[in-house]
């Protein structure tokens, strides 16, 4: 792929207190796109997630999307450039219906594109249809996150970031849930920034994929070069076919 | 429901029986705990020796007390309610339409409050209905006002705040101050109050935009008191503890309600009284109401309101949605702040005095109760706790009768917190959301569902 660079890390180090997290952390995620970041509990995915966000700011290093250096932006400036974000644990609205937790993903653009958006939602997610008068916490793990995904589509994001969408569902649930990332990426060409702990899947997935480990990157490759790597398929993918 | 019932009828001996054991264990115990409390007390003879004096048959009574309610509860109560319960849970759901009252509830509550005046004084003539329209209408309606204006800070956008009546305070102090200053009227005043009390509140909100929950509580708490120890010792400006009294009386218009030649009552060719101006800072304080009713049901549609909610559901999902949260945070202390802030130039005008005595930490509890007790986000429910809690505690005053019975050294009114807290208690434990828990979507495709109220936020924070 020869598309342009939609966000680049360059040298991020991410510290909390005096902890160094992130060690220097190269990554490039280009338009159309699916870019996965796989690694163990405690290597730093979500961090390098958050730091692009802008929620810890790297102390040293650049994060540059559409060549404009957000390293030090407050994150809800960085989401109204378009990163939509559906942070890990889904974080959705619990008390507030499936309808006004579309609607809140909708209040960059003062709810335009709102009906147009929001049945593209429900034929993408038929369940959320069913259930768009439910409160949002009532939903099933699953539910919730097609409701984080399509909240976070509702803002019709250039660059898509899922942190662990897989996180505590059963894998036929996250099985749709990586069947309509990919349907999305196909049909719309959305951008994806995928940080996961199912290696097997995401690679399966990803066009390109990076490997964290404490804090740096260690390996990186197309998704299916990395499935036949060894090493990765020792530390991440033995003694655990998905 | 046969079924259900069953073991209740068919045990009855044997719920006697256990009914009877359990309530001579909570006697025995209640006896044992009263003992030494109720049952002796220390007094002093005529030779100033310390002597005990016991009551027994007081003892008596917590006892019989105990016992009795301990087997009503075990034998009856607990059954009843049991077979209530399985009843209503063996029923089919129904889905009955809401009736005509239901549907209209505030539209018939508003017109009932505009006949409200009119009915009063012609039942109980001019001089007896001054009770009614000051101290129980014009009275609760402030507290509904203080009590809307807190739940746009609480109930909507989730930031506990124990000190919201310091923003009553400037408002009250920022009417009183200017007005006898530099005599400015009341309408011209009440908009500058509420844009000072707004202003305070954004001063409140900086320091506090990072904190949550038992932290900015703490922090609004502090700041209650320290507006009151300013009022307190600022005496060059307030007159401490004094107060500042003589407030000039609100104008219609500048038709003053006194008997000059130019007062309300020459004007219209009426007799002179007092009854007037009651009526009509009720209609004032009714239309105050009225219009913190309106912004809240208006603002929660727009994108500020449904900003509020969402932060107070989850912060961090805010900011990657691209929501400012500083400003939602500010937004919702300064506009709460600002119905505080006409509430208090209200109350200022009303009283006539104003010291610092009034804003005590106990008030700023009595509103957040009065929020949490009628269902957070709820302007119907806070309505009527409202109601059920001022208007209580005006009740209690007029107990006259009581005297009778505890002899007349009681005072009904003392015991008033000692009710709140019965009240409060009962309440957490038979509806924990509230009068009115449910939260009525702001967005909605096809009809509008009420969402039940076992998913709306229970009484915490």
Redesign the interface.
């Known amino acids: 792929m020869t598309a342009e660079t939609l966000l680049k890390v360059e040298g991020v180090e991410t510290f909390y207190g005096n902890i160094r997290a992130l060690a220097g952390v190269d990554v490039e995620v280009k338009k159309g796109e699916i870019v996965s970041l796989i690694g163990a509990n405690g290597a730093g995915k979500s961090t390098l997630m958050m730091t692009i966000?802008g929620?810890p700011q790297a102390r040293t290093g650049k994060v540059i999307f559409e060549g404009q250096d957000i390293t030090h932006m407050?994150?809800?400036?960085i989401?109204?450039l378009r990163i939509?974000?559906?942070?890990e644990g889904r974080?959705?609205?619990?008390?507030?219906?499936v309808?006004?937790n579309l609607?809140?993903?909708a209040?960059?653009d003062?709810q335009k594109f709102f009906n147009e958006d929001?049945e593209k939602m429900f034929t993408l997610f038929p369940r959320l249809k069913e259930r768009?008068?439910q409160?949002g916490?009532?939903l099933s793990g699953g539910e919730q996150q097609m409701l984080a995904i399509a909240?976070?589509l509702m803002?019709r994001p250039k660059l898509l970031m899922l942190d662990e969408p897989s996180l505590g569902l059963a894998p036929l649930v996250s099985k749709q849930i990586f069947a309509a990332i990919k349907l999305l990426n196909e049909q719309q060409g959305l951008t994806v920034f995928l940080v996961e702990q199912n290696a097997f899947a995401a690679l399966k997935l990803s066009h390109r994929a990076y490997v964290l480990v404490n804090g740096s990157i260690t390996m990186s490759g197309s998704g299916s070069e990395l499935l036949a790597n060894p090493e990765v398929r020792a530390a991440y993918l033995e003694g655990g076919a998905h | 429901m046969a079924t259900v019932t069953n073991p209740s009828t068919a045990s009855t001996g044997s719920l006697t029986a256990k009914a009877l054991r359990e309530a001579t264990f909570t006697a025995v115990m209640t006896f044992l705990m009263f003992v030494l409390f109720v049952g002796l007390k220390t007094d002093q003879n005529m030779r100033n020796e310390l002597i005990l004096v016991p009551r027994w048959g007081l003892l008596a009574i917590f006892v019989i007390i105990a016992f009795v309610g301990r087997f009503a509860m075990v034998a009856w109560l607990q059954p009843w309610r049991t077979a209530r319960k399985a009843a209503k849970d063996a029923a089919p759901a129904q889905t009955t339409d809401a009736g005509f009252v239901k549907r209209n509830f505030s539209k018939l509550a508003i017109l009932a409050l505009v006949l409200y005046p009119p009915i009063i004084l012609s039942l109980f003539g001019a001089q007896g209905s001054l009770k009614y329209i000051d101290n129980f209408g014009i009275q609760i309606l402030i507290y509904v006002m203080l009590a809307w204006g807190l739940n746009i800070v609480v109930g909507l956008a989730g930031l506990l705040d124990l000190g919201y009546v310091a923003f009553y305070a400037v408002g009250a102090y920022s009417y009183a101050l200017l007005s006898i200053n530099f005599g400015f009227s009341f309408w011209i005043l009440l908009p500058l109050a509420g844009i000072l009390s707004a202003f305070w509140g954004i001063i409140l909100g900086f320091p506090v935009l990072r904190l949550k929950g038992d932290y900015l509580a703490i922090v609004t708490l502090a700041f209650g008191e320290i507006i009151r120890l300013v009022l307190i010792n600022w005496q060059d400006v307030t007159q401490g503890t004094f107060g500042i009294s003589g407030i000039p009386k609100i104008t219609l218009f500048g038709i003053p309600f006194d008997a000059s030649p130019h007062g309300f009552a020459k004007i219209f060719n009426l007799p002179m009284s007092s009854a007037y101006y009651k009526v009509f800072l009720f209609y004032l304080i009714l239309l105050l109401c009225l219009l913190t009713a309106f912004v809240t049901i208006r603002l929660r549609r727009l994108?500020i309101g449904?900003?509020w909610?969402?932060l107070?559901?989850?912060e961090?999902?805010?900011?990657?949605?691209?929501?400012?949260?500083v400003t939602t945070k500010l937004t919702a202390f300064a506009i709460g702040a600002m119905f505080g802030g006409f509430a208090g130039s209200f109350f200022a005008a009303r009283q006539g005095f104003v010291s610092p005595e009034s804003f005590v930490f106990l008030e700023s509890a009595v509103i957040l109760s009065i929020v949490v007790l009628g269902g957070m986000g709820s302007l119907t429910g806070i309505a009527i706790a409202a109601i059920a809690m001022v208007g209580g505690t005006e009740l209690l005053r007029e107990m006259d009768f009581l005297k009778h019975i505890f002899g007349p050294d009681f005072t009904p009114e003392l015991y008033r917190m000692l009710i709140f807290g019965l009240a409060m208690i009962t309440m957490m434990l038979v509806r924990p959301r509230g009068f009115v828990g449910s939260?009525e979507?702001?967005?909605?495709?096809f009809e509008r569902?009420n969402?039940s109220g076992s998913?709306?936020?229970e009484g915490h924070g």
Not at chain 1, 91 to 97: A, K, S
Not at chain 2, 316 to 325: E, K, Q, V
Not at chain 2, 441 to 445: D, G, I, M, S
């Open positions: 966000c929620s407050p994150t809800h400036e989401a109204r939509a974000q559906s942070p974080r959705i609205f619990p008390r507030m219906t309808y006004e609607q809140m993903g209040s960059l003062n929001v768009q008068f409160r916490g009532t909240r976070a803002a | 994108p449904r900003a909610e969402a107070r559901e989850d961090i999902a805010c900011r990657s949605l691209g929501i400012n949260t939260r979507p702001t967005a909605f495709l569902k969402v998913f709306t936020k």
